[in-house]
């Protein structure tokens, strides 16, 4: 695994975080965090949107700051991506979480995640947050494995309105 680091989102990075999206958008795969699946065709727009929502501008009915990071290598290859939520809705208390993250499909299986989940629970310390709640779906046992290897402690699950299963877990910061 090499060296990653978290950066926010920056217009430097669009050629890199366009082939990021194109990986994930041609493996088919659901785009996790949600952040991700923006198109970013406009991309100034799309980094202007991210930088609204952590300051909590322009938000939607029912939606909270959020601070997006992008995991990069040192030589600026976009690894994945983290959604941090500043505080839980209900929804999100039940199948959400304060943190949302993904790694590209090309890049798993190398310790990314578990590095990426590590780092974004010192920005959500940053953020003043103590303890992270953080999910998954039940069939996603490799992001159970990251949670557990970052001390996440299991609470009880949440089924959703599908009778998809959403395991629950809290991390102390």
């Known amino acids: 695994m090499e060296n990653v680091f978290l950066l926010k989102p920056t217009l430097e990075l669009k050629e890199e975080y366009v082939e990021f999206y194109k990986e994930w958008k041609e493996s088919q795969e659901d785009m996790v965090p949600w952040v991700i699946s923006k198109d970013p065709s406009d ?23 959020d601070s997006t990071f992008w995991l990069v290598t040192k030589k600026k290859k976009i690894i994945g991506a983290v959604n941090i939520r500043h505080r839980l809705t209900e929804s999100l208390f039940n199948s959400g979480g304060h943190i949302g993250y993904g790694i590209r499909p090309s890049e798993r ?26 999910v998954c779906d039940e069939n996603n046992i490799a992001s159970e494995k990251t949670i557990l290897k970052n001390n996440g402690i299991p609470d009880n699950s949440f089924i959703e309105d599908n009778g998809n299963m959403i395991k629950r877990f809290w991390i102390h910061i």
Not at 43 to 65: A, C, I, R, S, T
């Open 43 to 65: 991309f100034q727009g799309m980094v202007q949107f991210l930088m609204d929502n952590e300051k909590g501008e322009n938000l939607p009915d029912n939606w909270v700051p």
């Open 109 to 134: 299986k190398k310790g990314y995640a578990t590095k990426l989940l590590a780092l974004s629970l010192e920005k959500a310390k940053e953020l003043g947050i103590s303890k992270a709640l953080v």
